[in-house]
Every structure is written in structure tokens, then in C-alpha cells.
């Protein structure tokens, strides 16, 4: 009897074996990049975890909160994106913003539905704004962020992707479009090579200090949102005349749809677009209230589709742009249990970052065929990755990989995250 105890102890052992070796090698990383570091790896099938370090401690998940974000979009959001809501009055039709990302907004899927549907109107367009209910930007944003193209304003009638492009060409003549700006831009000359642009944060007052570089030079930076400034791009748009309207926004009203919702979510999820985010989020808002106003939908997902999280989390944007945004390992691993609930693998799987092929992870995890779908998380300081991992044997698995408060060069953090993923994937 006391031979087979030994017997079984012994397979026991051998089989913990690379777990302990796995979570051996994670204290190490840890110490040796002075971080908080989490991971947490499981089998949905078998409902049993495969790894787990730190996974019940907070992390800043940077833009892993698009996983949250997808997942409302997921429950609320339909097939098609509603791109405004509108009533018509006698002469006269009255519209407001959904919040719709992907009006002329040239990184996603375009159809002119919403564009058509405007300019070819008989009656007068008047536009309103009274059901934006929020700040321009979210709460624990970096304030000198604002100037950058990642961090354009939140808004109710997003056109251009609230972004403006300056060009500097090679014949000294400086473009900028949308052309309402062109009066906007002061050039300052400078001596040297450097080129830099900087924007007045409360208006759209631009200096563009430009060189003796004669390389063409093209830059993109946010326009500061007003309901002028949307009126005014829609006018200019569609060459026709438009009026703001401070009207509030009935409770009956007819809804225009523009594109497939799955095209703004693979934006979103592969090249971790934060307007995008942000803009999605604030539209789960106006689905389920009157009001665009992410606060609305967060505390309704909560409510409604997280409440069994492992840990409560702490969420306070759409794209992880705050860093006052704390998740757990465990609950991301949650999160993507139920998307995979909500979501044919088939349709989920192309909307994702995708190692060795698309997305922010193009160029690490690098295999044939793929064995990592995710999303990145990013921050200076802070690195993350979680998402769906496939073993050589055929398994899905579900992780978290969350790296916090590193001084350490974000590509030494990558490269042992992909030597630890790589190594799950071949052992499982």
C-alpha cells in the first residue's frame, strides 16, 4: 500500500512539474524586471486553471478595456451601427448624434448611408447636440495627451474621426483638411530639421513650427469638438446648409443605420483604436437611455452582464486611455469566457489581434498556424495581453498577461511574455 502512495505522489510530482517550472519562472521575471506581474491561464473545456500568478491582484489594464467595451457593444449594439436618430417635423428634419465613430472616418468601412441620407434631404437639416452629456475627454486622461491623434475629443456627431491633417510637401505649400481649418494654422519657422505641431486646448488655434526640412511632412492631431465646429463640418460636407438646435431628443424617434458593427470592433480590437472605444461605448449609453454618457453604459454592463466577475472591476472608460481603470487577471479571463459564449469563434476570431498577422501583435508570437488571439494593452510603464491561446495538441485556452510599474524596455516585457505563452503552447 505504502508503493502505491509513493507511486501515485510520484506522478503527481512529474505532472506539477512545469507548472511549478512556469510559476518559478514568473517569480524570477517579476524580480528581475521589478514589476507586478499576473498571469492567469485556463481551459474553458475542462474548467480548470493551468496557471496562476497574481491573478486576484489589480492591474492597470491600459487597453485591455476594449474587452469590456467589446463585450456591451456585443449585447447591445445590433448588427448595424445606428448612426443617428432623427425626426421629421412639417419642412424641417431634426437629427441627433448616436455617437457613430465612422462617419468619413477613413481608418474603418465606409458606405455613404448617413451621408446620402443627409445631403439628399428635401427638408432643413437642423443638428443637436442636447443629448451629449459628458466631458470631452475621460476621467484620469493624461491632460497633455490631447494634442496626439490617439486621444481625439469624445463627441455626439464624430465626423473625420475629430482629427485634422496637416502636409507639409516638398513645395512649401501647407495643406490642412478639413479646410474649415486652413485659417486656423499660424507657421512658425524655426531653425534645424525638427517639425512640430501644437494645438490651444480649449480652441482650434494651431502653430505649426515648421524647418528647413524639405521632406514632405504629414501629421494628424484632434480639432477641438464644439456643436459650431460639427455644424460647420457638415455644412462644408455636404455643401448645404445646416443649424445647430438646442432641441432635447424626443422619446419616439426613427434611427438611420450606416455600417456593420463588426467592422468598427476589428479596428477597435486589432489596431487598438481608442476613438473608436470611446465612441462605442458612449453609444451603448444612448441605446439603453437618452443620454450619451459612458457612466450610463458602464454601470448597466455591470449590473446586468458582470456581476459574477471573480473581483469587481474598477472601469471608467472605453478604451484604457485612464489609469484609473483596474481589472484582475481572473476577470479578464472571465470576460473572454463570455464573449466566447456570445460569439461563434469563427465570427470572433478575425475581429482580434492576431500573432505573427495582424494587429498589434503582428510582429511578436509569430507561428503557423496562429496560436494567439488577444488584445494588447499599452501604457508607459505598462504592458498586458490577454486573449485566446490554441496548444499544439488543439486546446483553447484563456489568459491574462499583465505587467505593471516596469522601468524595463517594453520589448525585453514582450519578448518573455511570448517565451512563456510559447512555452504553454507547446507543453499543453
Not at 65 to 90: M, Q, W
Not at 124 to 135: I, K, T
Amino acid at each position: 500500500m505504502g508503493r502505491i502512495s509513493v507511486y501515485f505522489s510520484f506522478l503527481l510530482l512529474v505532472s506539477c512539474a512545469p507548472h511549478f517550472k512556469l510559476q518559478k519562472e514568473l517569480a524570477k521575471s517579476e524580480s528581475k524586471f521589478q514589476e507586478h506581474l499576473g498571469l492567469l491561464i485556463y481551459d474553458p473545456e475542462t474548467r480548470k486553471t493551468i496557471i496562476d500568478y497574481n491573478s486576484d491582484k489589480y492591474f492597470t489594464p491600459a487597453s485591455n478595456t476594449k474587452i469590456f467595451t467589446l463585450l456591451s457593444s456585443l449585447h447591445l449594439i445590433g448588427d448595424s451601427i445606428p448612426a443617428f436618430r432623427y425626426v421629421e417635423r412639417n419642412d424641417s428634419l431634426i437629427f441627433w448624434g448616436t455617437g457613430d465613430p465612422s462617419f468619413l472616418y477613413s481608418k474603418v468601412f465606409q458606405n455613404d448611408r448617413a451621408y446620402q441620407f443627409l445631403k439628399d434631404q428635401t427638408s432643413s437639416l437642423y443638428f443637436s447636440s442636447s443629448n451629449f452629456y459628458q466631458d470631452h475627454f475621460g476621467p484620469g486622461w493624461a491632460w497633455d495627451d490631447y494634442n496626439y491623434s490617439f486621444s481625439p475629443e469624445r463627441s455626439s456627431f464624430p465626423i473625420y474621426g475629430n482629427n485634422l491633417t496637416i502636409t507639409d510637401s516638398t513645395d512649401q505649400n501647407i495643406r490642412v483638411y478639413p479646410l474649415l481649418f486652413e485659417d486656423s494654422i499660424k507657421v512658425i519657422q524655426m531653425e534645424g530639421k525638427g517639425r512640430r505641431i501644437h494645438r490651444g486646448i480649449n480652441d482650434n488655434s494651431i502653430n505649426y513650427y515648421a524647418s528647413n526640412d524639405t521632406s514632405s511632412f504629414t501629421r494628424e492631431i484632434p480639432f477641438h469638438v464644439t456643436p459650431k465646429v460639427i455644424t460647420s463640418l457638415l455644412r462644408d460636407t455636404l455643401q448645404r446648409d445646416i443649424t445647430w438646435v438646442e432641441e432635447k431628443l424626443p422619446s419616439e424617434t426613427l434611427t438611420l443605420f450606416s455600417i456593420p458593427s463588426d467592422s468598427l470592433y476589428k479596428v477597435m480590437m486589432q489596431e487598438s483604436d481608442n476613438f473608436i472605444a470611446e465612441q462605442l461605448l458612449q453609444m451603448c449609453a444612448g441605446i439603453i437611455s437618452d443620454s450619451l454618457k459612458t457612466d450610463i453604459a458602464i454601470k448597466y454592463v455591470k449590473d446586468n452582464f458582470l456581476f459574477d466577475l471573480p473581483d469587481e472591476p474598477q472601469w471608467v472608460d472605453g478604451s484604457g486611455l485612464s489609469r484609473y481603470n483596474l481589472f484582475t487577471p481572473r476577470s479578464i479571463v472571465k470576460l473572454w469566457e463570455k464573449i466566447l459564449a456570445l460569439v461563434p469563434q469563427e465570427r470572433l476570431f478575425p475581429l482580434l489581434a492576431i500573432g505573427g498577422e495582424a494587429g498589434t501583435i503582428k510582429n511578436y508570437y509569430k507561428s503557423s498556424p496562429a496560436y494567439i488571439y488577444g488584445k494588447t494593452g499599452t501604457l508607459s510603464n505598462n504592458h498586458c495581453l490577454s486573449g485566446y491561446l490554441i496548444t499544439k495538441r488543439g486546446r483553447l485556452l484563456i489568459f491574462s498577461f499583465m505587467n505593471n510599474n516596469y522601468t524595463a524596455s517594453s520589448v525585453d516585457i514582450k519578448k518573455n511574455m511570448e517565451s512563456v505563452l510559447l512555452e504553454i503552447h507547446e507543453r499543453y
